[in-house]
């Protein structure tokens, strides 16, 4: 990645003791976390991005981090908030971090005033202001104003052209990539560039929502295993039944595009051989194993053999990307094809990215975080990077 780093400007400054000195830093982080009953059920990302924080400060910076937190979609939305946020940032830092109830204006501008050398101050959620994903210059320009210096340490939301992504980059003095944003496209590089074979498992709901996915990788990858409910449309596509199983019917031909891709370029598409149904999606619903789907069954996980199978190919790649689940994993009766798949890739020798919510939950679950190459956070800014799409927050930091 062609952009400047934070030892950038460490290393130019003549102050080596507090390098960035009186230098107020605006941070793009992604604090985006996963809130249950207005608690924070998962705090990777707080983790994920202390390092640059803590950077920053050792070298004397005044910080000043900005993140959103869900979609409030341009509007206050106090469950949405980041102020609670503030405690778990500063136990992570280990140092206090001040809060500001609005993330421009006056009340912004008093608390970044009121910063010294190596404080940490948090602004409320960006997303309140409709000027953030709309990039609205004048919403650009009052974030900038916060700040001498901007780094972009938000990989979640590289692939967005929001006003803290792509419009306060060029109304700074400086800008650089932030440490994990940094070591997010060093390993997600390595899957566009891929030691061979890559094998690339993909899942989830809707073969619409990752077309672009599909298509890209099903010229890239040496094997392309597909699971999830999104398997169904490939499954129909081949004149197989689906049953009562999730299938868009508008997007067969896209899926069988998606195979003369494949074959057109030597790339292995696996679908599913057998399947867990059930007459629905209950909790508590009698399941069967089958390898063809009766009428009337819905396919809700990727059958043992499969996930046999899906687990083997892991063992026999060199790289592996996966995003997505097998099933419905978050019912116990429809979670062993995706646990499969993330032991498979845990026990795999292979450099593996593992991307998605849901792909993550699952690895966190059986506790297999530490047997992967690179747990990256974020989801869909990963599966546009691994297209070989340009991403805007990137982008905008090369220019
Ligand atoms: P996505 O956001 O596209 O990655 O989709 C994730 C969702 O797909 C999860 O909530 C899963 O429960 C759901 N899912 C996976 N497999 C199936 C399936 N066979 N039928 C219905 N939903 C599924």
Redesign the pocket.
């Known amino acids: 990645m062609n952009a400047k780093r934070i030892d950038d400007w460490i290393r130019s400054s003549k102050d080596t003791a507090q390098p960035l000195a009186g230098v107020r830093v605006l941070v793009r982080s992604d604090l985006n976390v996963p809130l249950k009953d207005g608690r924070i059920a998962d705090d990777t990302r707080i983790r994920a991005s202390a390092e640059t924080l803590r950077k920053l400060c050792q070298a004397g910076a005044r910080v000043v981090v900005c993140s959103h937190l869900g979609r409030p979609k341009g509007k206050t939305d106090p469950a949405l908030s980041l102020g609670p946020i503030t405690a778990a940032l500063a136990q992570q830092l280990d140092t206090p971090v001040s809060f500001s109830e609005d993330c421009v204006g006056p009340t912004a501008h008093s608390k970044v005033a009121a910063l010294e050398d190596g404080q940490v101050l948090l602004l409320e959620n960006l997303r309140f202001h409709q000027g953030e994903t709309e990039n609205e210059p004048s919403f650009a320009t009052e974030l900038a104003h916060l700040a001498d210096h901007y780094v972009n340490d938000a990989f979640g939301t590289a692939h967005r052209a929001h006003a803290s992504t792509v419009g306060v980059v060029s109304r700074v003095a400086q800008s650089a990539a932030g440490e994990l944003l940094h070591h997010e496209v060093a390993q997600l590089e390595a899957v566009l560039n891929p030691k061979r074979p890559l094998l690339c498992l993909l899942?989830?709901?809707?073969v619409s929502?990752?077309l672009g996915v599909l298509e890209a990788l099903a010229e890239r990858a040496d094997a392309l295993a597909i699971?999830?409910?999104?398997a169904?449309t490939f499954v129909s596509a081949r004149g197989e039944g689906t049953g009562t199983?999730?299938v868009e019917p508008d997007r067969i031909e896209a899926a069988r595009s998606v195979e003369k891709a494949a074959a057109e370029s030597g790339c292995r598409l696996l679908l599913p051989q057998d399947h867990v149904v059930a007459q629905s999606?209950d909790p508590q619903a009698t399941t069967q194993v089958v390898e063809q789907i009766p009428d009337g069954s819905?396919?809700?996980?990727i059958g043992p053999k499969t996930a046999q199978d899906y687990a083997q190919e892991a063992q026999k790649a060199q790289t592996i990307f996966w995003?997505?689940?097998?099933?419905?994993?978050?019912i116990e009766a429809?979670a062993s094809g995706t646990e499969s798949v993330a032991s498979g890739v845990a026990e795999s020798a292979a450099f593996s990215v593992v991307g998605?919510g849901?792909s993550l939950a699952a690895i966190n679950r059986l506790s297999l975080g530490s047997a992967i190459s690179h747990l990256s956070t974020g989801g869909g800014a990963s599966l546009e990077f691994v297209q070989g799409l340009t991403l805007p927050g990137l982008a905008a930091l090369e220019r």
């Open positions: 899942g989830g709901a809707k929502d990752k699971g999830g409910a999104m169904y199983s999730l999606m819905m396919g809700l996980d995003n997505g689940p097998m099933g419905v994993f978050e429809f998605g849901d």
